[in-house]
């Protein structure tokens, strides 16, 4: 069993910057692939960022790249998500979430924990 919960949502104005941290708890979490997704009211969830098992390999959704940065420590068992030049679009609710793997994972679909998710709302 993995559980996950995300801290470190808040208010920012618009070109600032936040950083979401997820704390997981499970036995073999070097065994899980680890992502970011993001949704809003009456949308669907969409991915943000994933990691591999060590977080040596990456994936963004265009929307992101070069503005968020995903970070894995295998030794704390958290994965951060860094998020730099916040646009009003970024406000979402934000999750961590973990899927059985080792590669990067980007389907929501294959993700079987989820965190209860941080609030990020953006100012223009």
């Known amino acids: 069993q993995v559980q996950l919960v995300e801290s470190g949502g808040g208010l920012v104005q618009a070109g600032g910057s936040l950083r979401l941290s997820c704390a997981v708890s499970?036995?073999?979490?070097?065994?899980?692939?680890l992502g970011w997704f993001r949704q809003a009211p009456g949308k669907e969830r969409e991915f943000v960022a994933g990691?591999?098992?060590?977080?040596?390999?990456?994936n963004y959704a265009d929307s992101v790249k070069g503005r968020f940065a995903i970070f894995r420590d295998n030794a704390k068992n958290t994965v951060d998500l860094q998020m730099t030049n916040l646009r009003p679009e970024d406000t979402d609710i934000y999750y961590c979430?973990?899927?059985?793997?080792?590669?990067?994972?980007?389907?929501?679909?294959?993700?079987?924990?989820w965190g209860q998710g941080t609030e990020v709302s953006v100012s223009s």
């Open positions: 990691c591999n098992w060590n977080g040596r390999a990456t």
């Open positions: 499970g036995r073999t979490f070097n065994t899980y692939a």
């Open positions: 979430a973990a899927a059985p793997g080792m590669l990067v994972i980007t389907t929501l679909s294959h993700y079987d924990y």
